[in-house]
Every structure is written in C-alpha cells, then in structure tokens.
C-alpha cells in the first residue's frame, strides 16, 4: 500500500465546481413526502377498483359497500390529517363553542419564502388532481349505473358523490385567497386563519 506523505503540498480540490454540480446533474424527484403521495392517491384508488372488480371477486354487495365505504373513509381520514397538511399546507377542523354551535376552522400556511421549501409544486399538482379527478370519475360511474338500472351500485356512488365533490370544493375554496374573514363569500360558520 501506498501511503501519502505528509507534508505533501497539494491541496485537496473538488473536481467540478459546486454549482456546475447542481446544475448538471439530473434533478432528482420533488416529491418531499413519497409515503404521504402515495396514500393520498392509494385510498381514492383502490375504492375505484373495488367498485369496477368487486363484482368478480365477490357475490356480496354488502361486503363490496362496505369496503368501498371503508376506503373512501380512510381516504377522508389521511387528506383531512396528513396528506392535506404535508402536500399543501391545509388543515382544518370542527369547533363547538359555548352556545353549542359548530363551527369549521379553516387554516392555510402562511405564504413565505419558506413555502417553496416546504411545499413542492409535483405535490400539490399530486394533491389537487387526486382531489378533483376521482370526483370525476365517480360522476361517470353515476351515470353509468343509472343508464343501466343497477339502483343499487347506484347508492354506492351517491354514498361517494355527497361526500367526494363536497370535499374537494369546501376545500379548494378554502385554499383560496378569496376566502377571507371578511369575504362575503365565506360562510358564517366558518372561521377562517
């Protein structure tokens, strides 16, 4: 083995320049949260595919409802708790004051210079096409259950309409800057952050 003498007078030197590094090396994925992407689009999905397979797999409609439903709540569940805070940087929750009203508080991050490290662009597009295009496609399996008189995967899919488009237009307005306290457009018992 070779051993380097030690009072050498060469300098250790990086081979390629700092930034030259950054800028030419591919771009690694902006997917910050992997895990939490991947949820919010297993749950929508997978209540998707039970509904079109349920029907080979099972001869129990009862059992292919309630997966479905079990799904589309465990959906409700990680956008409302984790995918909705750690994609875009929304949260919100029911309060009950004194008087025993009920009301939705609506929080949004603040924008900063932090945001951009903390909310990646591939998330949110990640995030909003879930949150809009699944609503989408539970409106054509509405009509396709109708046109085709099955009344009762008809009930599966209005179970998901009331739910679905809903959800995502409460909180895409919420998103929103022209949701404000002082909009006329916000709700009364809505309190907003």
């Not at 990640?126 to 009509?143: E, M, N, R, S």
Request: include cysteine; charge should be neutral.
């Amino acid at each position: 083995m070779l051993q380097q003498d030690s009072n050498d007078d060469t300098e250790d030197v990086a081979l390629f320049d700092a930034e030259e590094e950054t800028t030419n090396r591919p771009k690694k994925s902006k997917i910050r949260h992997p895990v939490a992407s991947f949820f919010h689009l297993f749950f929508r999905v997978s209540a998707i595919i039970v509904y079109l397979l349920c029907e080979l797999f099972s001869s129990s409609f009862i059992a292919c409802m309630v997966t479905i439903i079990l799904l589309l709540s465990c959906d409700f569940w990680a956008v409302k708790n984790v995918t909705g805070r750690l994609m875009v940087g929304l949260r919100w929750w029911n309060h009950i004051d004194e008087d025993g009203k009920s009301h939705w508080v609506f929080e949004s991050r603040k924008a900063s210079s932090q945001e951009s490290k903390t909310v990646s662009e591939a998330e949110s597009r990640i995030f909003w096409l879930g949150l809009i295009a699944c609503p989408v496609l539970w409106v054509v399996f509405a009509f396709s259950a109708l046109f085709s008189f099955r009344v009762k995967w008809l009930i599966v899919v209005e179970i998901q309409q009331c739910r679905g488009p809903v959800f995502a237009v409460n909180i895409s307005f919420r998103a929103s800057p022209l949701c404000t306290p002082f909009s006329p457009l916000a709700c009364n018992s809505c309190i907003v952050h």
